[in-house]
């Protein structure tokens, strides 16, 4: 049971890490939305957006189905993103983490990224990745402020997922490489 725990720190200590360091800038950024339908309700703050959506704002980028984007009262700026994608796609989002070209990659069906928490959920056939390290569950959740992350899979009771049959988080990390040693 201890290696357990001991290999979920180094596993959060590897993802998590550069996660924290997320570019500010892209919150600075204005959002870029493609979609094929809108419905924008400027008294409740909130917008969905309807047939292959595609979202920019700086490196943030985000397609789906469907997208639904609501703000704060007290700022008038978004604060929190729903996306959803259909039975046959899933959906995405992306953000470079850092300034040498560090990426945050992830699917599932459903996605909700709360920009004023800094936390990334995927639901649904979820899978991560970044750098070579990868995550595959039914749910990852991934804050970014404190570089830490859950995930689990369905209950035995609930059908199995595609990635991983067995019902069960899979991880793969790579190796660090060994910094040179000052002389």
Same mark, same amino acid.
């Given at each position: 049971?201890?290696?357990?725990?001991? %290999? !979920?720190?180094?596993?959060?200590?590897?993802?998590?890490?550069?996660?924290?360091? $997320?570019? *500010?800038?892209?919150?600075?950024? $204005?959002?870029?939305?493609? @979609?094929?339908? @809108?419905?924008?309700?400027?008294?409740?703050? /909130?917008?969905?957006?309807?047939?292959?959506?595609?979202?920019?704002? +700086?490196?943030?980028?985000? #397609?789906?189905?469907?997208? %639904?984007?609501? =703000?704060?009262?007290?700022?008038?700026?978004?604060?929190? &993103?729903?996306?959803?994608?259909?039975?046959?796609?899933? @959906?995405?989002?992306?953000?470079?983490?850092? $300034? =040498?070209?560090?990426?945050?990659?992830?699917?599932?069906?459903?996605?909700?990224?709360?920009? =004023?928490?800094?936390?990334?959920?995927?639901?649904?056939?979820?899978? &991560?990745?970044?750098?070579?390290?990868?995550?595959? $569950?039914?749910? &990852?959740?991934?804050?970014?402020?404190?570089?830490?992350?859950?995930?689990?899979?369905?209950?035995? +009771? #609930?059908?199995? &997922?595609?990635?991983?049959?067995?019902?069960?988080? /899979?991880? %793969? !990390?790579? *190796?660090? =490489?060994?910094? *040179?040693? @000052?002389?």
């Amino acid at each position: 049971m201890n290696k357990i725990v001991r %290999t !979920l720190f180094l596993v959060c200590s590897t993802l998590g890490a550069n996660i924290s360091q $997320a570019l *500010p800038e892209d919150s600075l950024q $204005a959002i870029e939305i493609e @979609a094929d339908s @809108a419905f924008i309700d400027n008294d409740k703050g /909130s917008a969905i957006y309807i047939g292959n959506v595609k979202v920019n704002q +700086g490196t943030i980028l985000i #397609s789906a189905n469907k997208l %639904t984007i609501t =703000s704060s009262n007290e700022t008038n700026k978004y604060d929190k &993103i729903y996306a959803k994608g259909t039975d046959t796609q899933v @959906a995405n989002f992306s953000q470079q983490l850092t $300034a =040498s070209g560090d990426m945050i990659i992830s699917r599932g069906n459903r996605i909700f990224y709360d920009s =004023s928490q800094s936390i990334l959920e995927v639901e649904g056939e979820s899978y &991560i990745k970044r750098g070579e390290d990868e995550i595959m $569950a039914h749910f &990852i959740r991934y804050d970014m402020t404190t570089g830490t992350f859950e995930a689990r899979n369905k209950s035995k +009771g #609930s059908s199995e &997922i595609k990635q991983n049959k067995k019902g069960r988080v /899979s991880m %793969t !990390l790579q *190796p660090q =490489s060994e910094e *040179p040693k @000052a002389e």
